[in-house]
């Protein structure tokens, strides 16, 4: 049986038992909560004497019904109807309160780094690059903005028309990011939604609270009271009267597309809620019997594996050539059986703890499934269990009749099915209620190129040769069908969190007059010539 040597931390990456997450941003102020709580548990196990427990990491507040308006409340205020001082104020001042928070948070990476990695079990390496990506995701976007400022601060004349347009907020919005990436996926939402007017209440996910909670103070620092809440608690508590209040202008939500058919269905008037949607993936991977096997397996086993499989990006199923099935099949069983395994604080660790509830027998059963089934698990103590740890499994070969073949594992099953005929695969991709990307591994230009002619049309992002994945930042990041709504790139997404308006005026010489006494004397902030370089 595949077991890990649960270990002791090393002092520098250890962050004590945190005291701070009893706390909630409200209106610009920090507010302690004196009410319910829960304690927070790591994923990973600490000697406790002569036993083994999960270690304790500290509390975090269950805000009420109450919490949840007041924030709310504070965020309609905020934005005033449109009139508010941060929607109607120059971009400029918003890009000033956005490098001012980016520079802010920089100086908490430790401390967010530390507890990413304890409270859902993310290597060390892999936490800190989440917390620096998210930094760069934020100066970028003050970078696409400026771009985006300047190209808005031209006039446009048609058919006797004077015009200008540029975007504006939609109105409040309500973020909500997944435990996976709980700093980098809300906050490639929260951000944007920010930078471009709008006031924000974001609830912070269960599992991946606490590592938020250190950046609270350079929240409240950074923007003006109001433009940003920041709470936690039980969604049923505190997000559904927000919904249900009809005050939500956007809906920012990242996970399952249950939960988003439920909120979404909450609000009294569905048709004015916009919605940014990153919501499940069965992403495939086909590997054409003319791939490079090495660089497919390799690519494969990051693709699929990755922080456990527990990435929407990840490879969910893999689709390969009958022609050259088993020889795959044995060179990722024996490449999986090569990660190493281990604690998060360990360097150099691939495979670590699952943090999510229940995922352990979750896991379990769609093995067990799949195994009476017909399929085998490929790898030596693959499915082995001990505590929150779960060897991954390599499953092999699935087919329809298996819940792995069609639901998303969200975590570390390598699922591997021949093919004889490319349409299959693509048949496949065609019924699957998911759309967000496909990974096709082959080298004949003439094959290569009528599937992806094929997939685009049914998937966002077709990848040549290599995994499935979100980045660069830049890329566009979407989904059809139940992956997604709205695209999410650093340039995307400015254009996600607010809408195309124009003020536009008959080319007379009175209404030329009028434009130009507004812009001399800076009369308005959106209509203006001047520009951010």
Known sequence: MNTLEWTVSPKDRDPGIFSGGMRYLVDGRIHEW????????????????????????GHCALLDHDVAMSALQAAVRAYDKGRGAWPT??????????????????????????????????????????????????????????????TASRFVMDSGFLAQVRRSPHGVALCMGPYNYPLNEGYTTLLPALIMGNTVVAKLPRLGMLCNMPLL???????????????????????????????????AFIGSAGVANILKHKHPRPNRLRSVLG????????????????????????????????????????????KIADEFVARMAKAVSALPCGMPFTDGVSLTPL?????VERMQRYVEEAVAKGARVMNPGGGDTDRTWFHPAVLYPVNSQMKIWHEEQFGPIVAIAPFDEVVEVLDYVAASPYGQQASVFGHDPKVVGRLVDALVNQVSRVNLNCQCQRGPDTFPFGGRKDSAEGTLSVGDALKVFSTRTLAAAKQTSENTEVIQ?????????????????
Request: proline share 5%.
């Open 34 to 57: 004196k009410g319910a709580f829960f304690e927070v548990k790591s994923p990973i196990f600490q000697p406790s004497g002569a036993v083994l427990e999960k270690r304790s990491l």
């Open 217 to 251: 103070e350079a929240f409240a620092e950074s923007f003006p009271p109001g433009v940003i809440n920041i709470i936690t608690g039980e969604g049923g508590e505190v997000v559904t009267p927000i919904i249900e209040s009809g005050q939500v202008d956007l809906l």
């Open 279 to 322: 919501l499940g993936a069965k992403n495939p991977g086909i590997v054409l019997a003319d791939a490079d096997m090495e660089l497919a397996v390799r690519e494969c086993v990051q693709g699929a594996l990755t922080f456990n499989g527990q990435r929407c990006t990840a490879l969910k199923i893999i689709f390969v050539d009958r």
């Open 517 to 533: 006494g507004i812009i001399r004397g800076r009369h308005s902030e959106f209509l203006n010539t001047d520009y951010l370089f």
């Open 89 to 150: 104020s120059p971009v400029a001042m918003r890009i000033r309160c956005m490098g001012d928070f980016l520079d802010r948070m920089e100086k908490k990476r430790l401390d967010v780094a530390r507890l990413i990695m304890w409270e859902v079990a993310k290597p060390w390496a892999d936490s800190l690059k989440e917390f620096d990506r998210t930094v760069a995701y934020g100066r970028d976007t003050i970078v696409a903005l400026k771009e985006l400022d300047r």
């Open 355 to 359: 943090p999510e509830e229940h995922i």
